[in-house]
């Protein structure tokens, strides 16, 4: 699949140990189309609250443990395969049976050509309607899955939204603490779903990382809350809140950080209380106990080339989350339609807020929205990266199907992911497809 048909072009990153937290498809410069040569606003909150469907490790013990999962330099041994499991609502690797399906063989073809010619383990899993698949590592294994946190982000901040204890409009100064003072332009200030949707006009990266972060293997370790938060006094917004699309790691790891502030508590904390717990998702967390981390896959460069892990502090809400392929799947069913009542009104909110960034794509709370090339097949997605990991998490709510995709190596995953949603969609009889509005 060609990403140019997406309308998107990839940044290219030369220094791999500051690669950004965004994997080559999110961390995108879209182009504008003939169409669109400007973004389109947030759709408003009160018209988003009408009914709607939820459409290495270090240690030598922990690295003998990873080492004995792996099987060759690719990761996989040929023919080997994962269970097949049929899912359920909370947990979709407990109680689950062994079935045999056309999405089973499409799963495993993808984890046995994505993990042949690598280094590093890689575990592919996929949802349609009642059926599931996961093959490559063992569906334990952990990864850093980078940018794919700003989905939780972003739905943390939709679950306090619906419950009143913040508002998509609410200016961000009043999470900061009374002493710093956010950056406005064109008489606007920047409001919480602008950080959601990457429309605040902030720059990709904190004012003053770059030179003490360029060369380090841990690039962005020394983040701290009164580093991002003394650099934002000092940074001068790129556009009118609201206006335009500029991806930025600093506007979602300050709306995690200001989260975590006004509920009192961290951002691991955050978002166990408002998506993990409520989903049963046990493997999903920032900083990982000495179980997890002997789980935890050994990252590589995409030659092969053993990467350290990384550790974002205070930025933890733009790519710090750590998780395993079954955790993620469990996430993407309840985006599709399995979600506790008031996690279903959040998830919504998070659909159906939306920022046209030009005539093919469409930014969301922690998604982008494109058309499927050569379909009418509408798809939610996100992509990630740090030093050593690749992620993609994609979704079709119209076609309850589902893809999750984590590597650990640089890699791209996003286009074999994308191709595999497609025949996933492809496979069967499904729902018509409904095109995206944007309310605006």
């Given at each position: 699949m060609r990403l140019h048909r997406l309308g998107i072009r990839t940044k290219p990153v030369r220094n791999t140990a500051h690669l950004d937290l965004a994997a080559e498809l999110p961390a995108v410069v879209l182009s504008p189309s003939p169409a669109s040569t400007s973004s389109r606003p947030l759709t408003g909150p009160d018209a988003l609250r009408?009914?709607?469907?939820?459409?290495?490790?270090?240690?030598?013990?922990?690295?003998?443990?990873?080492?004995a999962d792996r099987r060759g330099a690719g990761g996989l041994k040929a023919g080997r395969t994962q269970e097949v499991r049929r899912p359920t609502?909370?947990?979709?690797d407990r109680g689950l049976t062994i079935t045999t399906s056309l999405l089973d063989d499409l799963v495993r073809r993808t984890a046995e050509r994505l993990g042949a010619r690598q280094r590093g383990v890689i575990v592919v899993g996929a949802v349609r309607g009642g059926q599931s698949a996961l093959h490559g590592a063992d569906p334990g294994t952990l990864f850093e899955i980078g940018s794919v946190t700003k989905t939780f982000t972003a739905l943390a901040l939709a679950q306090l939204t619906v419950r009143g204890a913040?508002?998509?409009?609410?200016?961000?100064?009043?999470?900061?603490?009374?002493?710093?003072?956010?950056?406005?332009r064109g008489g606007e200030v920047i409001k919480l779903a602008h950080l959601a949707c990457h429309t605040s006009g902030l720059p990709r990266s904190p004012k003053g990382l770059l030179p003490r972060g360029l060369f380090r293997a841990d690039p962005y370790a020394g983040c701290t809350g009164e580093l991002l938060l003394d650099g934002l006094r000092r940074t001068r917004l790129r556009s009118v809140p609201g206006t335009?699309?500029?991806?930025?790691?600093?506007g979602a790891g300050l709306l995690g950080l200001a989260l975590a502030r006004h509920t009192g508590t961290d951002y691991d904390a955050l978002i166990q209380a408002e998506i993990c717990r409520p989903l049963g998702m046990t493997d999903t967390h920032v900083v990982l106990d000495p179980g997890r981390t002997a789980r935890l896959a050994a990252g590589h460069s995409r030659t092969g080339r053993p990467r350290p892990p990384w550790h974002l502090a205070a930025l933890a809400?733009?790519?710090?989350?750590?998780?395993?392929?079954?955790?993620?799947?469990?996430?993407?069913?309840?985006?599709?339609g399995h979600a506790p009542e008031e996690l279903a009104e959040a998830i919504a909110l998070t659909h159906t807020t939306a920022h046209r960034i030009n005539a093919r794509a469409v930014v969301?709370?922690?998604?982008?929205?494109?058309?499927?090339?050569r379909s009418q097949h509408r798809i939610l997605f996100h992509a990630g990266g740090t030093g050593g990991y690749r992620s993609l998490l994609a979704i079709a709510p119209e076609h309850q199907a589902a893809v999750v995709i984590l590597n650990?190596?640089?890699?791209?995953?996003?286009?074999p992911g994308l191709n595999l949603l497609t025949q996933i969609i492809g496979s069967g009889p499904g729902p018509a497809p409904v095109p995206a509005t944007t309310g605006a």
């Open positions: 009408s009914p709607a469907t939820p459409t290495r490790p270090t240690s030598p013990a922990a690295r003998d443990h990873v080492d609502p909370v947990r979709p913040v508002g998509l409009d609410q200016p961000l100064r009043d999470l900061l603490p009374r002493d710093i003072t956010a950056p406005e335009r699309f500029r991806y930025s790691n600093l809400g733009a790519g710090g989350l750590h998780s395993t392929v079954p955790d993620l799947l469990t996430l993407a069913r309840a985006q599709i969301h709370p922690g998604w982008i929205s494109v058309n499927l090339p650990a190596n640089t890699r791209p995953v996003d286009r």
